[in-house]
């Protein structure tokens, strides 16, 4: 029988879509807030999704990514999303701007192998989690170099994406190894019988 092996822990990452600069700096004070100050954040890069968001966001919109610095299981990503999710909401009700949705929060993570993101929206590449919420690899580190997949938004192939997750890559493995959570890799014939 396999053993259970180490969960290394991950940075957590929420994307701040949006037209107003006012709805993004009140995000990043509300998680803040709840989840500690940022360790770094993004420049704002253009998001595209072929107009899906124009009618309850907006046109020109941007996305800056926000990591933070207390690493955290990734076993919590679901309820991240709830969280944020009710943010959204709570930002929409104070009837700021015109747009039903004038603040998008894509609440996720970034490991030593991939970046991860959540969801409500079910796809075929998506895997469920709990209470409507599905979880959808984006980006993957592979060959020291960050690679997208057909799904990625195209904001997310951006080389100052992938430069900021290259950079919390650092930051992840420094904790990693100061801390003692790195996992190593075990070959088949150094592993110990359980």
């Avoid at 107009?51 to 907006?58: A, N, R, S, V």
Wanted: charged fraction near 25%; charge should be neutral.
């Amino acid at each position: 029988m396999s053993s259970i092996r180490l969960v290394e822990p991950v940075v957590r990452l929420c994307a701040i879509i949006t037209r107003y600069d006012d709805a993004k700096h009140w995000a990043i004070e509300r998680i803040s807030l709840h989840w500690g100050d940022p360790l770094a954040q993004s420049d704002p890069v253009a998001f595209e999704a072929g107009g899906f968001y124009d009618t309850t966001m907006g046109t020109g919109l941007t996305k800056t990514l926000v990591a933070f610095g207390d690493y955290q299981d990734p076993g919590g990503l679901a309820d991240w999303k709830l969280q944020t999710n009710q943010w959204e909401a709570e930002y929409a009700s104070l009837g700021r701007h015109a747009e039903p949705r004038p603040l998008n929060l894509d609440s996720g993570y970034l490991s030593q192998a991939k970046l991860v993101l959540a969801t409500v929206k079910d796809r075929d590449h998506r895997i469920y989690l709990h209470s409507g919420i599905f979880a959808e690899v984006t980006l993957n580190y592979v060959g020291k170099k960050w690679v997208h997949h057909r799904w990625s938004y195209p904001s997310y192939r951006a080389a100052e994406v992938a430069d900021f997750a290259s950079r919390r890559r650092l930051d992840l493995r420094s904790h990693l190894e100061l801390t003692g959570q790195i996992r190593r890799v075990v070959h088949p014939s150094t592993e110990q019988p359980s």
